[in-house]
């Protein structure tokens, strides 16, 4: 690697809020916030909107999605109703 062309490779702090939920790990990612963590050191700290604590692939929870509203647009769009052949 080129000296001097690369963002500086450091710890991170990542905090999933609606989970409350965080860990730590390296990132080229910056932040002016920063949090104080379990080891007693200060890590810039990036909130993100979902993380493997609030997905629902790795959670085994499912989302409600409106199935009915899926089923009758596509009847209508193709024309085929309940209990016709």
Same mark, same amino acid.
């Given at each position: 690697?080129?000296?001097?062309?690369?963002?500086? !490779?450091?710890?991170?702090?990542?905090?999933?809020?609606? =989970?409350?939920?965080? &860990?730590? $790990?390296?990132?080229?990612?910056?932040? +002016?916030?920063?949090?104080?963590?379990?080891?007693?050191?200060? !890590?810039?700290?990036?909130?993100?909107?979902?993380?493997? =604590?609030?997905?629902? &692939?790795? $959670?085994?929870?499912?989302?409600?999605? +409106?199935?009915?509203?899926?089923?009758?647009?596509?009847?209508?769009?193709?024309?085929?109703?309940?209990?016709?052949?």
């Amino acid at each position: 690697m080129k000296p001097g062309i690369h963002p500086e !490779y450091r710890p991170v702090v990542f905090r999933d809020r609606a =989970a409350d939920f965080a &860990f730590l $790990t390296r990132s080229t990612a910056t932040s +002016d916030r920063t949090v104080e963590w379990e080891d007693g050191n200060t !890590y810039p700290v990036i909130d993100v909107e979902i993380s493997s =604590a609030s997905h629902p &692939f790795y $959670t085994g929870t499912q989302r409600v999605l +409106d199935t009915a509203g899926r089923v009758e647009r596509f009847e209508r769009r193709y024309g085929l109703g309940r209990g016709r052949q």
